[in-house]
């Protein structure tokens, strides 16, 4: 496959669980794929009622988290082979933190493990391109 088929494959497969969402960053050989996740209003309040039912994950949150949750227009998170990474953001980490939690609990449960898998089946028949 190549990078352009690759890349509309992932995409497609994350849209089905979660349709505001970009790749912006995809590295087949490093096995690297980091997704920019848009978020409205309605997600945002739905991300501070999730912080309200998990207070014991969320124990650090203050005024500036609630603040910067209702600011945030967008999250990104970022799987390769040493796993997830979010928070690449100027937002407040608990706030950030929250927002990745969300959408990978609400919307993408599995697919982590499931990325992960997709990408070393990418990188192995890229490698032979």
């Known amino acids: 496959?190549?990078?352009?088929?690759?890349?509309?494959?992932?995409?497609?497969?994350?849209r089905r669980h979660y349709d505001k969402t970009e790749i912006i960053h995809l590295d087949i050989p490093l096995g690297e794929v980091e997704f920019k996740f848009n978020l409205d209003h309605e997600d945002r309040m739905r991300i501070l009622e999730f912080m309200s039912e998990n207070p014991e994950i969320f124990s650090e949150a203050n005024d500036d988290t609630a603040k910067d949750i209702l600011e945030m227009d967008n999250i990104c998170i970022r799987f390769d082979e040493e796993g997830t990474y979010f928070g690449?953001?100027?937002y407040d980490y608990t706030a950030?933190?929250?927002?990745?939690?969300?959408?990978?609990d609400g919307y993408l449960n599995s697919f982590p493990?499931?990325?992960?898998q997709m990408m070393e089946n990418y990188r192995e028949g890229y490698s032979l391109n």
Do not use: G, P, W
Not at 113 to 116: K, L, M, N, Q, Y
């Open 88 to 90: 690449r953001s100027s």
């Open 1 to 14: 496959m190549t990078i352009n088929e690759i890349h509309t494959v992932l995409l497609k497969e994350v």
């Open 96 to 104: 950030c933190s929250a927002a990745a939690f969300f959408i990978l």
């Open 113 to 116: 493990d499931r990325i992960e």
